[in-house]
């Protein structure tokens, strides 16, 4: 199974560019990871654009990661699985600066039919967007689990060599 694990955000934004810092630890994470994931691609998203539709319909998973407006406190995340994923898309399309693209992106791979079955969203709850290329240490303090989680549903989906 391939997967592509999406990380999205402009990293001169500090906590809007967390999910690709989430990407970088990622990147290092499954460097070392035993037994090996395989069949993982790892795609800086940044702010998005319709050439990301591509890379989508490659893949038979998909994990999105993304700073997002989930009303709680900066630097908390939840996981978002299959139809809680779409749900969650289709019905906040204000709480992300990249919503609008990611639901385009969606309509995209529905309409070919390579919206893949497996699919889940990380979302970090920002504290602020403003210049800085690093993220505040509360956004900060969640790419680890973050990064703990992806490795989870990698391993779970069977990717393990």
Same mark, same amino acid.
């Given at each position: 199974?391939?997967?592509?694990?999406?990380?999205?955000?402009?990293?001169?934004?500090?906590?809007?560019?967390?999910?690709?810092?989430?990407?970088?630890?990622?990147?290092?994470? /499954?460097? #070392?990871?035993?037994?090996?994931?395989? !069949?993982?691609?790892?795609? !800086?998203?940044?702010?998005?654009?319709?050439?990301? %539709? @591509?890379?989508?319909? +490659? %893949?038979?998973? /998909?994990?999105?990661?993304?700073?997002?407006?989930?009303?709680?406190?900066?630097?908390?995340?939840?996981?978002?699985? @299959? &139809?809680?994923? +779409?749900?969650?898309?289709?019905?906040?399309?204000?709480?992300? #600066?990249? &919503?609008? @693209?990611?639901?385009? /992106?969606? %309509?995209?791979?529905?309409?070919?039919?390579?919206?893949?079955?497996?699919?889940?969203?990380? %979302?970090?709850?920002?504290?602020?967007? !403003?210049?800085?290329?690093?993220?505040?240490?509360?956004?900060?303090?969640?790419?680890?689990?973050?990064?703990?989680?992806?490795?989870?549903?990698?391993?779970?989906?069977?990717?393990?060599?």
């Amino acid at each position: 199974m391939r997967t592509l694990v999406l990380g999205i955000g402009n990293t001169l934004l500090t906590d809007e560019g967390v999910g690709v810092h989430v990407l970088q630890a990622l990147e290092a994470a /499954l460097a #070392v990871e035993q037994p090996r994931i395989d !069949d993982v691609t790892l795609l !800086d998203g940044g702010t998005l654009s319709f050439t990301l %539709a @591509g890379p989508i319909e +490659d %893949a038979d998973a /998909l994990i999105v990661v993304d700073a997002a407006n989930i009303k709680r406190e900066p630097g908390e995340w939840i996981l978002l699985e @299959g &139809e809680q994923m +779409d749900t969650f898309l289709l019905g906040n399309r204000k709480s992300t #600066v990249h &919503e609008v @693209g990611l639901t385009d /992106l969606r %309509a995209i791979a529905i309409l070919t039919g390579h919206w893949p079955q497996q699919r889940a969203m990380l %979302a970090i709850q920002p504290q602020m967007w !403003d210049w800085g290329e690093q993220p505040t240490p509360a956004v900060a303090a969640a790419i680890a689990p973050v990064t703990g989680k992806i490795l989870e549903l990698l391993r779970a989906w069977n990717h393990a060599a």
